[in-house]
């Protein structure tokens, strides 16, 4: 039966256009071609990949941190209470009005400090300045690195300059080592992200990022095994085009640098949605759609990848809508913040001290003065 799946999955009609087999693209005269097996080496890699992370972590991002005066905010602890945090732990982190009634009743302590004490608690769980400054600065480092290296690989292509040129002599194209190599490391990196997305800084679009991560291991895998691989380098770079700023922008957010975060922002979305609004779907995405069918019918492998591409796409239609929403706070005077994170909650005891000092409060802020603070 496992040989039976394996010759189904191999069939040469879901991957390869009608007519070609994969004894076309044996390796012969000296040329390379793209083979499956080539991709088991992304998997030790993306383990190296967290090791690399981690050293990088505690031997390059921490000290920068301290070199950026990032600061963590002092958090008052939860008292220790058996009953609220085998309610925390079991059934949920934000009890209603009638949760907290019981509570109250069952642990001895009035309502309003069993709220105080599921905010502390909250806030408890909430990751570290550092953490995620450490995070954003692996990133950085490594998107930065990968846009400069892959436009080393595509810039001297003549597909970079003629779309059309990605198609000449499909699906015969051999692969040349710098492209194996660029493949190799993204997917590596991609699979080290999946690996440690459980205990990376989890934001409100933690489903969607899965689904990206995902979609997009897909994306470079199908591509390698059906020899797209003039197409996959041109859409990884096009995509590392703008992670690197938006990761050098958290970083100034965390370190305090306001005005160097909005402006490194400011140019991250801008070039965000051209390459992902405008560049992806009309040039590229055209491309992988128009193109091929001037050469052989569409099969099933022109179909999936072009479904993954969507799939791509409406995750960055998403994303663009919050950043946009995060350019309208900058443009009328806000504070920019990341619309993905969770605001930490105000300790009431906190709110007290800043009402006798500044007046009436809203959401923990002063009515009067609500731009002051910033939360990532």
Known sequence: MFQTLYSYFWWERLWLPANLTWADLEDRDGRVYAKASDLYITLPLAFLFLVVRHVFETYVATPLARLLNVKEKIRLKATPNAVLEKFYAATTKHPKQADVEMLSKKSGCTVRQVERWFRRRRNQDRPSLLKKFREASWRFTFYLIAFIAG???????????????????????????????????ELSFYWSLLFSIASDVKRKDFKEQIIHHVATIILISFSWFANYIRAGTLIMALHDSADYLLESAKMFNYAGWRNTCNNIFIVFAAVFIITRLVILPFWIM?????????LYPAFFGYYFFNFMMVVLQSLHIFWAYLIIRMAQKFITGKVVEDERSDREETDDTEEEDEAAKNGPLSNGHPVLNNNHRKTD
């Open 286 to 294: 055209h491309c992988t759609v128009v193109y091929p069918l001037d």
């Open 151 to 185: 436009m080393a690989v595509i810039v001297d292509k003549p597909w970079f300059y003629d779309l059309r040129e990605v198609w000449k002599g499909y699906p015969i194209q051999s692969m040349l080592p710098s492209q194996y190599w660029y493949y190799m490391i």
